[in-house]
C-alpha cells in the first residue's frame, strides 16, 4: 500500500538540524519505504531515513514537500509525519 502527504512545512528551520534529525528518526520507526521530496525546489526524491539525503533537500520554512510511505504500515507513518509537521517538530 502506498500513502502520500504533501505538506508545508512552516518550522523557522525548514528540515535542518534538530528538526531532520526528529524526521529522520520518526521515519525509521516504520517498516515502510519513505521518501521525501523537496517540492518546492523540485529536489528528491530521497530516502527518508538518511539524514544526509534529507539535508540535502534543501527545504527551508514555508517550503512544500511530498512524503510517499510504500508498505502495511504506511498510512501511520504518513498520518505521524502529518502530526509531526503541523505541530513543528515539538
Given at each position: 500500500?502506498?500513502?502520500?502527504?504533501?505538506?508545508?512545512?512552516a518550522h523557522p528551520e525548514g528540515l535542518h538540524a534538530r528538526p531532520a534529525a526528529i524526521f529522520v528518526k520518526t521515519a525509521s520507526q516504520f517498516k515502510?519505504?519513505?521518501?521525501?521530496?523537496?517540492?518546492?525546489?523540485?529536489?528528491?526524491?530521497?530516502?527518508?531515513?538518511?539524514?544526509?539525503?534529507?539535508?540535502?533537500?534543501?527545504?527551508?520554512?514555508?517550503?512544500?514537500?511530498?512524503?510517499?510511505?510504500?508498505?502495511?504500515?504506511?498510512?501511520?507513518?504518513?498520518?505521524?509525519?502529518?502530526?509531526?509537521?503541523?505541530?513543528?517538530?515539538?
Amino acid at each position: 500500500m502506498t500513502s502520500t502527504l504533501q505538506i508545508k512545512v512552516a518550522h523557522p528551520e525548514g528540515l535542518h538540524a534538530r528538526p531532520a534529525a526528529i524526521f529522520v528518526k520518526t521515519a525509521s520507526q516504520f517498516k515502510s519505504d519513505i521518501n521525501v521530496k523537496n517540492l518546492t525546489e523540485q529536489n528528491g526524491p530521497v530516502n527518508a531515513k538518511s539524514i544526509l539525503s534529507v539535508l540535502t533537500l534543501g527545504v527551508m520554512k514555508d517550503h512544500e514537500v511530498e512524503i510517499v510511505a510504500e508498505s502495511e504500515d504506511s498510512d501511520a507513518a504518513i498520518q505521524t509525519f502529518k502530526e509531526l509537521i503541523e505541530n513543528n517538530f515539538e
